[in-house]
């Protein structure tokens, strides 16, 4: 449920859509981060089968593993979004990538020279945990210099098919490279599809405007007390949050124990787990086609709690497949679970977005992400103890519940007697 892949925005229109095929810089950023989403992808299934397989960790270092790719995010994440704009965005994208080349690729490297080890891979998860969050923040912030304002829906759009399509590609093709290549094999695809982002980020001629002067007197503490206050302060937006970030948490412990569950409960292939785990993205993808006709007939704003107490139910036969046809209960239930996420987050952030005046929007957003991303890691250590303690399956029942129930929060909010979000922002922050 994690709101790094799910902010998707409404499909745009098709009269400004076909404009971008003819814009060069854009087709560039879009066909390198393609290759480079396609290889993360590839990176999700790879690193956690590395230790089970290769280093035999238990279920406890797994979720500790787990845990060490988010814990940037929990960290980080609230200074990020005020230092990038003090920054020219395409360089840090360059750097961000570089710097992920280096850290994943050191991966294959010790693992074909016999050194690979645990601690390596903690280092390496939370290394490139810290290279994404500021390349995610640049991201978002380079796109407005590459197209025009009235193309930014579209190209967000397709940016953000692209990013669901490669969360099913990506893990059927880690599965395929593990089986013939190996896990640490199989990410020396991540590290070469950052070489490819890099090359065609440097092929962009556009260059973007220098950041605007900072006020003396504003400091990186004020801005983003000011960002914290208005989300906290208002009373849905703090539902909204509360409901976010406890279904990642448990997420995140569902997310911790997959491949264990898979592989030593189920005795999956190791192969073949990437196929299993690409439901959760065909849920995804579905999620988005149908979130704005879902919305137009229960309503913009039901549509929140709806997604979370009524469509998401059915994910908790995840935890109840076994050995046989019964193993294609997980692909099922992961599908529901992130059919029903994708709705929510396209339906909270439409309402996130009504809500904010203009001159808070970004601090909005990065308060609302520091506290929900800062819940994923907390979520797959919670899972590692759990898993070890009452056993990977009961921990998974309580996993998919939690994440279920974590819709009440906004059901019990004024959400419950709105139908549509409403459709004009607000002009000042005293409205919240």
């Known amino acids: 449920m994690t709101e790094v892949a799910k902010d998707l925005p409404d499909a745009g229109s098709r009269a400004d859509g076909p404009r971008l095929w003819h814009q060069r810089d854009f087709l560039l950023l879009w066909s390198g981060q393609t290759v480079s989403e396609t290889g993360s992808a590839v990176t999700e299934v790879a690193l956690p089968l590395l230790a089970v397989v290769a280093l035999n960790a238990s279920t406890l270092q797994v979720g500790l593993l787990t845990a060490a790719t988010t814990l940037a995010f929990a960290v980080i994440a609230l200074p990020a979004g005020a230092m990038v704009d003090g920054h020219a965005k395409r360089s840090l994208l360059i750097v961000c990538n570089l710097l992920r080349l280096v850290i994943i690729g050191s991966v294959p490297v010790a693992a074909a020279f016999g050194a690979l080890t645990m601690a390596q891979l903690y280092v390496v998860a939370v290394a490139a945990g810290v290279c994404s969050v500021f390349f995610d923040v640049s991201y978002q912030s380079y796109v407005p210099s590459l197209v025009r304002a009235t193309h930014l829906i579209s190209a967000n759009s397709k940016l953000g098919t692209t990013q669901a399509f490669a969360q099913l590609g990506g893990p059927s093709?880690?599965?395929?490279?593990?089986?013939?290549?190996?896990?640490?094999?199989?990410?020396?695809?991540?590290?070469?599809?950052?070489?490819?982002?890099?090359?065609?980020?440097?092929?962009?001629?556009?260059?973007?405007?220098?950041?605007?002067?900072?006020?003396?007197?504003?400091?990186?503490?004020?801005?983003?007390g000011e960002g914290l206050t208005f989300v906290f302060g208002h009373s849905i937006l703090r539902r909204v949050v509360a409901c976010t970030g406890t279904a990642n948490l448990f997420s995140g412990m569902s997310s911790a124990l997959a491949m264990v569950f898979l592989i030593r409960v189920l005795h999956v292939r190791p192969a073949l787990t990437g196929l299993i785990m690409a439901g959760a993205a065909i849920g995804g993808i579905a999620g988005g086609a149908f979130a704005a006709r879902l919305a137009k007939k229960i309503g913009s704003a039901r549509i929140i709690w709806v997604s979370m107490l009524v469509f998401s139910a059915p994910q908790v036969i995840a935890a109840a497949a076994w050995q046989g046809r019964g193993v294609l209960l997980f692909p099922l239930g992961w599908g529901i679970a992130y059919f029903a996420a994708m709705v929510y987050?396209?339906?909270q952030l439409s309402y996130r977005q009504s809500v904010t005046p203009p001159e808070m929007m970004g601090r909005m957003n990065a308060a609302v992400r520091w506290v929900v991303w800062g819940t994923l890691p907390l979520g797959g250590v919670l899972g590692g103890v759990l898993g070890t303690l009452i056993g990977v399956r009961p921990t998974l029942w309580l996993a998919f519940t939690g994440s279920w129930a974590a819709g009440w929060f906004v059901f019990c909010s004024p959400l419950r007697h709105m139908r549509d979000v409403p459709q004009a922002a607000p002009t000042s922050v005293a409205t919240a």
Not at 173 to 188: E, I, P
Not at 205 to 211: K, W
């Open 173 to 224: 093709l880690g599965g395929g490279l593990v089986g013939l290549f190996g896990a640490a094999g199989a990410m020396t695809a991540d590290a070469v599809s950052y070489a490819v982002s890099v090359l065609s980020i440097l092929g962009i001629r556009t260059r973007e405007d220098p950041p605007p002067a900072r006020p003396a007197d504003e400091t990186l503490r004020r801005r983003i």
């Open 345 to 347: 987050n396209i339906a």
